[in-house]
């Protein structure tokens, strides 16, 4: 069967312009996550050189193939259970995590106001029910927002907002259906409070916070390899390189994959085996040799290079990154030889 190949065009403008449908079993919930339904659109200027646009391109695909297929993943149930208590003990986790992400330089005061008002008035307040709202002081701690019917509801925008999906790479963890639930309504109990405690330390507050003592300890699921993981690897260079925005943003769907694939070993325990595996396995009807070419095996080989030059890694995956790199289409192969050719004459 032929890749479907998603194109590259341009606007009347001269801006380029490429398209991408969303499949039809994912496209609800991707709407809800994305506030896009039916397709999803990628814009360059007009002056972007045409090598870079189909770098672009193909980074860009490479995300949102990675969105639809964590979707389909929660969607069919596949991944680890959790108990209640375990579900709040994870939840206590993030809340570690996400304060642990900003606290050190918060930002101004007002970006974390606003987050939880945004929170309050925008994604929790328009569910309210109609007992509530025709009589507010009956239910003054808005318990109502803890019944099914409202966790349902917010549970896509609260995950967006907290960042569940990094959070859960970080921790190398793929929750079934149910339990991804539990979690999110765990967490949605503490997202106002560690957006309160941010913006206390953006007002210069640092004193102790008590609420992670009132957390469970986690005791099920399994344990992750000690050394150092994918997703970790990539998260120290970024902050050793502080590459660019986009470039961060193009390469995390890359090492989300890759730290929930490599969760049991880690990024120093990866064989050359498991990398041939790994890397044949990404080239799909979605996704081209030359997708996995420029986006997947270039993000790769930079990160761990980089991770061995300075020993966060024993190891680097360079040499065995190159021996898995796909084959280009014969078509593709004979046009660049015709190319060979013509240049020597």
């Known amino acids: 069967m032929a890749l479907r190949m998603v194109a590259l065009n341009r606007l009347p403008d001269n801006r380029w312009i490429a398209r991408k449908v969303i499949p039809v079993d994912v496209r609800e919930e991707y709407a809800r996550l994305y506030r896009v339904k039916r397709e999803v659109q990628l814009k360059l200027p007009a ?16 995300e949102v193939e990675t ?4 979707l389909r993943a929660k969607r069919t149930g596949e991944g680890q259970p959790l108990t209640r208590l375990n579900a709040i003990a994870l939840a206590g986790k993030w809340y570690t995590w996400f304060v642990g992400q900003y606290e050190g330089d918060p930002g101004p005061p007002k970006r974390w106001r606003e987050l939880g008002d945004h929170l309050v008035w925008n ?6 029910p109609e007992s509530y709202l025709e009589n507010p002081k009956a239910d003054p701690h808005w318990e109502w927002q803890k019944d099914p019917e409202v966790r349902e509801a917010v549970r896509p925008q609260v995950a967006e907002l907290a960042r569940v999906a990094t959070f859960l790479a970080s921790e190398g963890r793929a929750l079934n259906a149910t339990a991804y639930a539990l979690f999110v309504d765990a967490l949605s109990d503490y997202f106002l409070p560690a957006i309160t405690l941010l913006e206390r330390r953006a007002n210069g507050d640092y004193s102790r916070d008590e609420t992670p ?6 005791t099920d699921g399994p344990t992750r390899d000690t ?9 120290a260079f970024v902050k050793a390189l502080k590459p660019a925005d986009n470039t961060v943003q193009r390469w995390r769907a890359v090492f989300l994959e890759m730290q929930r694939h490599f969760v049991d070993v880690g990024a120093d325990g990866i064989s050359e085996d498991a990398a041939r595996a790994w890397v044949r396995g990404l080239v799909t009807e979605e996704r081209s040799p030359t997708t996995v070419r420029e986006v997947w095996l270039s993000s790769s ?4 290079g980089w991770g061995a030059e300075h020993k966060h890694v024993r190891k680097t995956l360079s040499l065995i990154l190159k021996l898995t790199f796909p084959e280009k ?15 020597r004459f």
Do not use: H, M, N
């Open 227 to 235: 050394g150092i993981g994918c997703w970790d690897l990539f998260e």
């Open 213 to 218: 003592d009132s957390f469970p300890a986690f």
């Open 67 to 70: 969105q639809i297929a964590t």
């Open 123 to 128: 994604v929790i307040y328009p569910e309210a």
């Open 329 to 343: 289409p014969e078509a593709e192969r004979q046009k660049l030889l015709l190319r060979r050719k013509r240049v």
């Open 47 to 62: 002056d972007t050189p045409k090598y870079e646009a189909k770098v672009r391109l193909a980074e860009w695909v490479s």
């Open 301 to 304: 080989r930079r990160v761990f």
